[in-house]
């Protein structure tokens, strides 16, 4: 069955119309299946085989580069993603006035595995050695939380979008079915206790 539906001769026609522009956006389930954490790679992947087979651009201004395909190419997964969900007052480019989002990669792993992740403009996730060494080079390096990612500072710089009308239609009270218990929750985190409406609920360690 997924042979028939996402075969070569439904998905081999998607590369020229991405490569038009025709399809502005690219996701991850928009490769016949979800591979969420191939987005990245697999856009450029794309990008590199339809100048292997179309050439250039004829808006590229450059003598030798392929600057227009590059745009076109990221543009699908940022600021076109952005518009499609109607946030891109706020994410999808890099602006004054919009969330300092950044991630930053080298080279040679580019859409694998970030050097640092910037969250509204604090480091939040970054490749990191041991904390104890002396050297920023010891070893085992591996991505690791950092000023942004811990306590209070996570909620600070992320946000949470969702559509104007949730705040008119009351989701709680009107769509539920035989779940409406709507307790007032309290947190105690020396004692590691959750209250929900005087039941208490122990957080195991």
């Not at 025709?22 to 979800?34: F, T, Y």
């Not at 191939?38 to 087979?53: G, Y």
């Not at 499609?84 to 595995?113: C, N, Q, R, T, Y």
């Not at 480091?123 to 002396?134: Q, R």
Request: proline fraction near 3%; hydrophobic fraction near 40%; include cysteine.
């Amino acid at each position: 069955m997924l042979k028939a539906v996402f075969g070569h001769k439904q998905l081999r026609p998607e590369d020229i119309l991405h490569d038009l522009g025709a399809i502005s956006m690219l996701g991850s389930d928009s490769q016949g299946m979800g591979r969420i954490n191939e987005v990245i790679t697999r856009t450029w992947q794309l990008a590199s085989k339809m100048k292997d087979q179309r050439g250039r651009l004829s808006t590229e201004k450059t003598k030798k580069g392929d600057n227009e395909r590059i745009k076109r190419y990221i543009a699908k997964y940022t600021i076109n993603a952005a518009k499609s969900f109607g946030i891109e007052k706020h994410v999808g480019s890099l602006e004054k006035g919009k969330m300092a989002d950044v991630v930053l990669w080298k080279p040679g792993f580019f859409g694998i595995k970030p050097e640092i992740v910037v969250k509204g403009g604090f480091i939040a996730y970054g490749a990191m050695g041991d904390s104890a060494a002396s050297l920023m080079t010891c070893e085992p390096v591996q991505m690791r939380p950092q000023w942004g990612g811990f306590g209070e500072a996570k909620k600070a710089i992320s946000a949470c979008f969702v559509h104007p009308l949730r705040l008119k239609i009351i989701c709680r009270t009107s769509l539920i079915f035989l779940n409406l218990y709507y307790p007032q929750v309290a947190r105690d985190n020396l004692k590691r206790v959750i209250c929900y409406t005087m039941i208490f609920a122990r957080i195991s360690v």
